[in-house]
């Protein structure tokens, strides 16, 4: 199994080199030369197995002989043996036909657990393996940091540096990336929003003296590996309601792309995916392009989905390149255009695009409502993320078609948007109770380049 740049330019990697890479060395993102495709009965086969046995089958094709089965088998069961709900990722029903995929139950509440409990272990075994040190850096909006450091804590081979927009996440956020107390974690908040910090990230990845120098790696959904583990849970809930014999659809709240990407790799592979809704919060770039074509970053507002902060959304290069016919120059000319303001998806590829993904927007008014609504007739406390999700959802329900709605946070890490919408306060579980009496480590950075490469050099040096 060979993975390719979206530009065209970088050399092919194996699996584990695209996972120790992060961004490929032309500035694009890895994806794979070729997705392998699963038979509809072994999708059947997959109906009630245990999460852990379904996510084995699903991504060991994509693994080539990275890791042996038996050595990939153990780091799933070790990845996930700390999540709080015996079924990983639960289902419930909201209304007919309308179904919450909960992912939420990971250790620190957000989606993201399932990539990042993944790729901590599989760091590990690579790293121990090869005796390599690795310096991670990542951007986030809030759950991608705290997912990392909480999956990295502690681990001899890695430094983890984790950017997040100074005063744009949410104090639980905040105080789940700033209060571990291990050395190898350094939480940065940066001066600017989340675009800023990635552009940084970028920029380091660039940097080919920085990068090297400090054997740079990534934890963003920029790493091929992130996506991979995201896939597992579509086949996992489509199977729960009747797929492969069955079409369903998702909604899933969209930032980065990296989630609903992974929803479009299931369907790659065979999974009878009718539609793949992007659901989008007031930072709508991704669901204006697909409505018109055009491309134009216009600046991010902070919104009570503060995870979906997003404008440059990164994942979406991956989608591109896919409805440009994989052509890494027409990506790389587009990626250029984006430098300089924006760009306009080609109506061939707007097509493409189009046959995958529908769309829509959820402000912040209809946010609240729908955790309100929803809270009030189902019982169901969503948080806000998830609520853009279900309101968007409820706009594109068919007839025939279950459509699944990914639950992508606990409503707990947002307590005061959850709390002002339903008039509920959600409590953190037992195991976090102590988060607000734990003291905070954090270094505040300019949005500046060489002040944070400076920064992440002597911290390794020390
Ligand atoms: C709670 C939550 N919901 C949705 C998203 C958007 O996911 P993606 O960036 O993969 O589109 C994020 C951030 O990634 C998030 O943290
Ligand atoms: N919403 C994310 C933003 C980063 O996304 P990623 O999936 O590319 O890591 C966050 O919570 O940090």
Excluded at 375 to 392: D, I, M, R, W, Y
Aim: with cysteine.
């Amino acid at each position: 199994m060979k993975y390719v740049s979206t530009r065209g330019q970088a050399p092919d990697l194996t699996f584990e080199e695209a996972m120790l890479t992060g961004l490929a060395r032309d500035g694009g993102l890895y994806v794979p030369a070729e997705v392998p495709v699963m038979a509809a009965n072994d999708i059947a086969a997959l109906a009630g197995l245990p999460y852990e046995e379904v996510a084995f089958r699903v991504m060991r094709p994509f693994i080539g002989d990275s890791f042996t089965d038996d050595e990939f088998r153990a780091i799933i069961a070790r990845a996930y043996e700390g999540f709080g709900h015996a079924a990983r990722a639960p289902l419930v029903q909201l209304g007919p036909g309308h179904f919450l995929l909960e992912l939420f139950h990971g250790p620190t509440l957000a989606f993201k657990d399932f990539a990042m409990q993944l790729i901590g272990q599989l760091f590990q075994a690579a790293l121990e393996r090869s005796g390599q040190r690795v310096t991670i850096v990542g951007a986030t909006s809030g759950d991608t940091g705290s997912a990392a450091i909480e999956a990295f804590r502690g681990l001899d081979a890695v430094d983890v540096f984790i950017l997040y927009p100074h005063g744009r996440v949410s104090e639980v956020q905040r105080r789940q990336m700033t209060t571990p107390a291990e050395s190898n974690v350094h939480a940065l908040a940066i001066d600017g929003h989340f675009d800023d910090a990635q552009a940084r990230v970028k920029d380091m990845f660039n940097d080919f003296d920085f990068r090297d120098g400090v054997r740079l790696a990534g934890v963003n959904s920029i790493n091929w590996a992130r996506v991979l583990a995201q896939v597992v849970y579509y086949f996992a809930s489509a199977v729960e309601l009747g797929a492969p014999h069955r079409k369903v659809s998702f909604t899933v709240p969209t930032g980065n792309f990296g989630d609903i990407f992974a929803g479009y790799i299931a369907r790659k592979m065979g999974l009878p995916i009718d539609r793949l809704v992007v659901a989008t919060n007031q930072n709508d770039i991704l669901h204006r392009c697909l409505s018109t074509s055009e491309y134009m970053p216009d600046g991010v507002i902070p919104s009570i989905s503060p995870s979906m902060d997003i404008q440059v959304s990164s994942n979406f290069e991956r989608a591109l390149f896919d409805a440009y016919g994989r052509d890494g120059k027409a990506v790389a000319q587009l990626m250029d255009e984006l430098k300089s303001g924006g760009f306009r998806v080609s109506q061939g590829a707007l097509q493409a695009l189009r046959e995958h993904f529908d769309s829509g927007r959820c402000d912040e008014d209809e946010t609240r409502a729908t955790i309100k609504r929803l809270q009030a007739t189902t019982g169901e406390l969503l948080c806000p993320h998830s609520a853009v999700g279900v309101k968007v959802a409820e706009e594109n329900l068919k007839p025939g078609v279950p459509m699944i709605t990914l639950a992508t946070a606990h409503p707990a890490k947002f307590p005061a948007a959850v709390e002002e919408a339903a008039g509920i306060h959600p409590p953190l579980p037992p195991r976090m109770a102590d988060l607000y009496d734990r003291d905070e480590r954090v270094t505040r950075v300019p949005n500046d380049l060489a002040a944070i490469e400076t920064l992440i050099r002597e911290r390794i040096a020390k």
